[in-house]
């Protein structure tokens, strides 16, 4: 079993940072990718940005050059850097990875309860 537990969001101004956490733990065999998603009212939830455990990165094109996702493998941890925060950022963030869980029979997908992010003008 897999658990992920995000941490690091709030209410920030326009052009601030905040930078969040989700550590996975658990009985894990390996994580193939650990990322973040994020859904406001109304809307789709949508991949933000996504690394893989080799250091792959993924960005949505809306948060290119203000996000940094980065990772700890040895603690099984991704953050995600947001900086020059806007009012379109606010939403909630949700952890995902993809792992094997021990056994390692299959890949899982396992989500966060997610982080609430207010950017506010």
């Known amino acids: 079993q897999v658990q992920l537990v995000e941490s690091g969001g709030g209410l920030v101004q326009a052009g601030g940072s905040l930078r969040l956490s989700c550590a996975a733990s658990?009985?894990?065999?390996?994580?193939?990718?650990m990322g973040w998603y994020r859904q406001a009212p109304g809307k789709q939830r949508e991949l933000v940005a996504r690394?893989?455990?080799?250091?792959?990165?993924t960005y949505a094109d809306s948060v290119k050059g203000r996000f940094t996702v980065s990772r700890d493998n040895a603690k099984n941890t991704v953050y995600l850097q947001m900086n020059s925060l806007k009012p379109e950022d606010t939403a909630v963030y949700y952890c995902?990875?993809?792992?094997?869980?021990?056994?390692?029979?299959?890949?899982?997908?396992?989500w966060g309860q997610g982080t609430q992010v207010t950017v506010s003008s």
């Open positions: 995902n990875t993809g792992a094997m869980p021990t056994p390692p029979l299959r890949l899982y997908d396992y």
């Open positions: 690394i893989t455990s080799g250091g792959t990165t």
């Open positions: 658990g009985s894990i065999f390996s994580i193939h990718y």
